[in-house]
């Protein structure tokens, strides 16, 4: 099978985090061959550090990675791929989608949708819409947490890699001495914090310092980042010790390197579409942050996953959740709502690892994704 897959990266790296992922499963997990498209190779560099930016076309990792310009090459009947992805809102150019509606045989043509838990997914999920003017039908492919949705994306062997990483020191000292942090197992709790801007942040890391635990908070570099750095200006080298906290600001790694990083920390802040899911299969307690949307939608957003993946958590965990869920959405002090959070790890580890459960009984994304399209493949082919 041939897959074209189209990225535009809006803003961050969700959008390239999330297609990076599936071009690579596509090929190694189901052996597709697989071309993705990306807008911006500089963003695709940092998650991936073999990248060239300056080159049109590239290998890595078995994918084709082609650079997508306004203008795009000139297509052969030889390029002609079996499925064309268009992820995450991205626009397919209408001289392409003129091409496609050119041959017998057209191609399968699915729409990559945003993550969702909110209920109307199950009933959009896997939906046709015929092109306005075109021959042509694009089907709604969504993520989602339940088995009438696309599923997420679950790299196989993940878990199991995970748990060991979690389960033995000696893997994680190793790991800590690839980041160049070889003091990391002294801190007595080691926090990750990928999060968007917020506004009152210096309360609850005054809370860290002051704590009687020690707390190695590890923040990607980005927004959050330069806002710490403005706050405290000794962190301009990259760390900063205050009592009993050490903040040390992190490069970007590759995708595989962050698994392992959510896998050997305690507590994981993620954010947008695709840490939040890696936080899942790390099975800590973490705490999301969920991309901003107009009008506070992505609030709606946020309740419908809380609602779904706290259906089973104790009254405690579901208050405690919600309200540390929502005091970090909202860019509040959160040193109340962590502080209660902290007692109750233990239980909210077990919950999520339950959570984890029933979600790995569900068939990966990148699965579901070859099912459907090779069956309706086979069934258009049959038409015809
Ligand atoms: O970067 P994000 O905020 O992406 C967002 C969301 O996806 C949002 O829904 C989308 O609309 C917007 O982008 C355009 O957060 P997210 O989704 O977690 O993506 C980050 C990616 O970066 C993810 O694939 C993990 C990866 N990553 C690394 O590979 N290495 C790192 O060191 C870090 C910090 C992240």
Redesign the pocket.
Known sequence: MRCDLFCS??????????C??LARQLQHEHQWQVTLWVDDLVSFQ???HGINPDFATQQQQQVLIRHWTAVLPELSQADKPDLVIEA?ACTIPSCYLHWMASFTEKPLWLNLE??SAEDWVHGCHALPSPHPQLPLQKYFFFPGFTPQTGGLLREQGLIESLTKTSATAELQQQFWCSLGLADAMDYQQKI?L?A?SQAAIEPWLNQLAAAEQTTLLLV???QLATDLTQLFSELKTGRLDIKSLSIRI?????????DK?LACCDINF?????????AHWAAKPFVWQ??RQDEQAHLIKLQAFLDRYLQQASEQQKDCLQKLHMAWNLEQDISEEFALFSNLTEQIQKHNKKWQEYLIQQQDLASNLVRFSENKLIMSRNFS
């Open positions: 990266v809006v803003d961050n790296f969700g959008d390239i985090g999330i990076w992922r940092k998650i991936c995450l945003y993550l990750s990928f968007y990607p570099q980005g992190l490069d970007f790694v590759p995708q595989p390197e962050y990083l993620v954010r947008g579409e695709d840490s939040v899911i890696r969920i991309y």
